[in-house]
Nanobody, 114 residues
Framework: VQLQASGGGLVQPGGSLKLSCAAS????????MNWYRQAPGKQRELVAA???????NYADSVKGRCTISRDNAKNTVYLQMNSLEPEDTAVYYC?????????WGQGTLVTVSS
């Protein structure tokens, strides 16, 4: 299984970014595809989760600003991030949870700065 994350970059405060994570070589049934982030000096944290059934869960810090979605045909999960703040600066990772195992992407850097 490979996860390819993309879409990170430098954005000004108040700006938007859309992250993508394409999964390939999936074996087994998908239970969830989630986004996490890790800021410098901090632990990795869950940003948004999307279950196979379509349930979503967001970190309090991003509620109302981020939307997780999925294109099942493309095995791709997205994270639309709006009203970005400097505190959103981090490496963002996608993760795929299946009934066989858990898989992580390589991360994409998001920097929010003026």
């Amino acid at each position: 299984v490979q996860l390819q994350a993309s879409g990170g970059g430098l954005v000004q405060p108040g700006g938007s970014l859309k992250l993508s994570c394409a999964a390939s070589g999936i074996i087994g049934s998908i239970n969830a595809m989630n986004w996490y982030r890790q800021a410098p000096g901090k632990q990795r944290e869950l940003v948004a989760a999307l279950t196979l059934g379509g349930r979503t869960n967001y970190a309090d810090s991003v509620k109302g600003r981020c939307t997780i979605s999925r294109d099942n045909a493309k095995n791709t999960v997205y994270l639309q991030m709006n009203s970005l703040e400097p505190e959103d600066t981090a490496v963002y990772y996608c993760a795929l949870f299946t009934d066989i195992g858990d898989y992580w992407g390589q991360g994409t850097l998001v920097t929010v700065s003026s």
